[in-house]
């Protein structure tokens, strides 16, 4: 089955950047997209991002859009949330998921089967 592992989460200065690993155990036909979720103290969780496995293809939430950048390399089962010009709206427990539904590209979770444990990310001056 797959597993997903969440890591480079930190503590960082508003503005500064960070990149979040997600590695999977393996890729198959039976997964489609890696999702990106995030989780604040008091909050439900919030969908992030998503990148289709084959095509590259991604979607990203209006309060992320044009900071983050999410992006593959299959070669190496692992995504990537690049996270720029980060600011204290967006300390969260950060998680990445796995989608089998192939008619889907979004960022509700529903849709994904298999999460990783998440990692976390503090912005604080």
């Known amino acids: 089955q797959v597993q997903l592992v969440e890591s480079g989460g930190g503590l960082v200065q508003p503005g500064d950047s960070l990149r979040l690993t997600c590695a999977v155990s393996?890729?198959?036909?039976?997964?489609?997209?890696i999702g990106w979720f995030r989780q604040a103290p008091g909050k439900g969780r919030e969908g992030v991002s998503c990148?289709?496995?084959?095509?590259?293809?991604?979607y990203y939430a209006d309060s992320v859009k044009g900071r983050f950048t999410t992006s593959r390399d299959n070669a190496k089962n692992t995504v990537y949330l690049q996270m720029n010009n980060l600011n204290p709206e967006d300390t969260a427990v950060y998680y990445c998921?796995?989608?089998?539904?192939?008619?889907?590209?979004?960022?509700?979770?529903?849709?994904?089967?298999?999460w990783g444990q998440g990692t976390q990310v503090t912005v604080s001056s």
């Open positions: 998921a796995a989608s089998s539904d192939y008619y889907y590209t979004g960022v509700d979770g529903a849709h994904y089967a298999y």
């Open positions: 990148i289709r496995i084959f095509d590259g293809s991604t």
């Open positions: 393996a890729f198959t036909s039976d997964y489609f997209a």
